[in-house]
T-cell receptor, first 111, second 114 residues
């Protein structure tokens, strides 16, 4: 079946530290890959996406590259801020009616 | 205007009761979903509807019954509530034809069963 596995949290970093959250996937067919972010008390919102191999998604300083050879879509940011504290979800979609999420990784950034 | 709105935002009820959560989207999307998020933030799909037709029905107790009166609404009715039903329920929508796969989420409905 289709699924994603992401690193367990929580992750605690100091402001301006480098962030990596690992995500690997298993899929039949050719999935699109996504990172969603959930701020406290809110619903999920799309952070970035990549729809084919070698695509790089980027937004708000975050980046992730679709690596078909390693079935990965790791999230990175060069310098995190306190406002980046949230739960981050890796997700995949093989067709548009079925989005599967990873377990979520809670990030806390301390000043 | 809120794109995906769900009500109520908070719901506290006793075991054995029946309750409903409503969801409406004004984005003109074809597909709507219900997700359940447990206390550890794990997000699991429950149902997916495309143009009022059931597309995905995961292994969910039949106490949970979705109803889609039109493609802008997807309501969730839960019978005989149990303690384990306590969670945050998220409604979402997407436009299948756009082929972006992006989901737009509501703010969630926190259900607490006592």
């Amino acid at each position: 079946g289709n699924s994603v596995t992401q690193m367990e949290g929580p992750v605690t970093l100091s402001e301006e530290a480098f962030l990596t959250i690992n995500c690997t996937y298993t899929a039949t067919g050719y999935p699109s890959l996504f990172w969603y972010v959930q701020y406290p008390g809110e619903g999920l919102q799309l952070l970035l996406k990549a729809t084919k191999a070698d695509d790089k998604g980027s937004n708000k300083g975050f980046e992730a590259t679709y690596r078909k050879e390693t079935t990965s879509f790791h999230l990175e940011k060069g310098s995190v801020q306190v406002s980046d504290s949230a739960v981050y979800f890796c997700a995949l979609s093989v067709n548009n009616n079925d989005m599967r999420f990873g377990a979520g990784t809670r990030l806390t950034v301390k000043p | 205007d809120t794109a995906v709105s769900q009500t109520p935002k908070y719901l506290v009820t006793q075991m054995g009761n029946d309750k409903s959560i409503k969801c409406e989207q004004n984005l003109g999307h074809d597909t709507m979903y219900w997700y359940k998020q447990d206390s550890k933030k794990f997000l699991k799909i429950m149902f997916s509807y495309n143009n009022k037709e059931l597309i995905i029905n995961e292994t969910v107790p039949n106490r949970f019954s979705p109803k889609s009166p039109d493609k802008a609404h997807l309501n969730l009715h839960i019978n005989s509530l149990e303690l384990g039903d306590s969670a945050v329920y998220f409604c979402a929508s997407s436009q299948a034809e756009m082929n972006t796969g992006e989901l737009f989420f509501g703010e969630g409905s926190r259900l607490t069963v006592l």
